[in-house]
């Protein structure tokens, strides 16, 4: 996995509560195999009028906000379906943190595995981000610090568990450290399971 | 495990959990032990490709069951799939699942359906186990006292890969269902009065176990509907501790265990129960005798009302951010406040899905079409949840009564419920649904979702607007 550190740049406002997954990849795309080039079809129904032009209206359509780095969400943003596209799809964007008082909890997870870091903060501090975002600004986010920083503005900490913080670190491949690390560890599980209930090894 | 250390009273899930930690890491996460993976056509050839471009095998092939649902047709199944996306993605299954020597259920096998139909229906599915799927609505199989949760193509690719993932314990969350469901009120009505309850985030960070004397009595097809829309209140999980109608439902599945196995099997499931003075984090408390048909009027799992209710009144809402939610959902739901939800018109109808495909739905439908037709201003279609669903209906004759009542009859697959196939709705149309989601776009591009229970969907089909089923049996 590609690591995240720190990143500076714009951040957009999508103050809209419950943004699903359908919403950020409809599903009519998920026919599509692959993992890359996916961000053609990010929020493809809110992009694009029915006769296929961009709406002017959807805010990553605006001048100010088409390089967008950094999303402020409404709250559950990323809630519904589990497909990873939606990250994916973002990420292929440019979008790699997204910040809200919530998030859909596969959505989130997923993110995790994409070199992407959605942070949870309070509801009056995502407030006061979406006043900034409507404004234009850009953030810093450091992940090496755990802090969000602006012009004009108190540096904001923020949490996230230590080892989804080293895994996007330092890049981690978390099926090569599990096969390296836990290897000995899952074989005694097994072994053990194995004579607990062994009704499960039946077929193995 | 069976030797659960148990000097404290411990939920249902807080067991499911500890009996399958393989590590604990110093930050609080822990390595999960995975003993069944169900997968399918969408979420799984990115996992695949993965395991191959870094060299890696499958661990477990034999804990692993594939089968093609999202991207299939629901007609003309004697012919090669027409849409050639779909036809790739359900061939790359095949070929995926042949190379890492998993067992896929083909489209032409008896037993293809929908992953959440048919891990119960052929026993894949069992108590105390964990079991993952790269898809949300896995919380179904928690109906068995299985923990079970929905996962990304990349976790799809570390139990194939390891048999285990990194997470992080849940909160308990207790709904707990009393009283006697009056006529016409199901599962479903259930599950979308407890989302509405808790809210599309009340339920985040939780794992929800549903008890109470009405859960209790409810049918093990009923149970999987309750714990299948876990995941619209935010639960990855959800559970209802197994008792003997679990394993009544259980026992002869061609996956379940057999003989001495299965009396061993047993007396390890009877100890599944949350232990008396076990403590939740949380405990929600439902009055079943309350309770009328519901509908969903809105875009959201939790924006329903009792089917004799209106839609809102968005100055009514207690803060701006909700009055702006209620807007833009009856904005897209083509509704006005305060309209009556029996005055909405509708112009199609499906039943079916993973929450909603499984016979005694089609049998709760059927009572109230038999013998009718649907209004002339409706289609609909009735679209099995598996093969065996099928088998089984139509040597009950319901696929007669939808014949004859206008609707049409269909093979196995999640269809209208994800609209990937062309089981689709044009734009501002709208549908008295038995699925799961009413999303923006969710079957359609501009497509309009009322969700409900089948009988309802029935009801509404012959008045040709949102029904109060009570009103037709």
Known sequence: MDRFERLIGRAAPMPAADIDTDIIFPARFLLITEKTGLGRYAFYDWRYGADGKPAPDFVLNQPAYRDAKILICGDNFGCGSSREHAPWALRDLGVSCLISTSFGEIFRANCFKNAMLPIVLPPETVAELLRRATQGVELEVDLTTCTLSGADMTPIPFDVDPSRREALLEGWDEIAIALRKDADAIAEFEQRQRLTQPWLYERD | MAEIPSTLPSTLYDKLWASHVVREYDDGQSLLYIDRHLVHEVSSPQAFEGLRAAGRVVRRPAAQLAVADHAVPTHDRDKPIADPLARKQVALLAANTAEFSLRNIALTDADQGIVHVIGPELGFTQPGITLV?????TSTHGAFGALAFGIGSSECEMVLATQTLRQRRAKNLNVRIDGDLGPGVSAKDLILAVVANLGTA??????IEYSGSTVRRLSMEARLTLCNMSIEAGARTGLVAPDEITFAYLKDRPLAPKGEMWTAALAYWRSLVSDEGAAFDKVVQIDADAFAPQATWGTSPDQSASVTDATPD???ATSDAARRRIERA??????????PLRDVAIDRVFIGSCTNGRIEDLRSAAAVLKGRKIASS???IVVPGSGAVKRQAEAEGLDAVFKDAGLEWRDAGCSLCVAMNDDRLAPGQRCASTSNRNFEGRQGQGAR????????????AIAGRIADVRDYI
């Open chain 2, 133 to 137: 799927c790269g898809d949300s609505h």
């Open chain 2, 202 to 207: 009340g339920a985040t960070g939780f794992a």
């Open chain 2, 314 to 316: 968005p100055s009514d």
């Open chain 2, 330 to 339: 009856l904005d897209y739901m083509g509704l006005k406040p305060k309209t």
């Open chain 2, 378 to 380: 409706v289609g609909g």
């Open chain 2, 449 to 460: 979702t009322h969700l409900m229970s089948p009988a309802s969907a029935a009801a509404s």
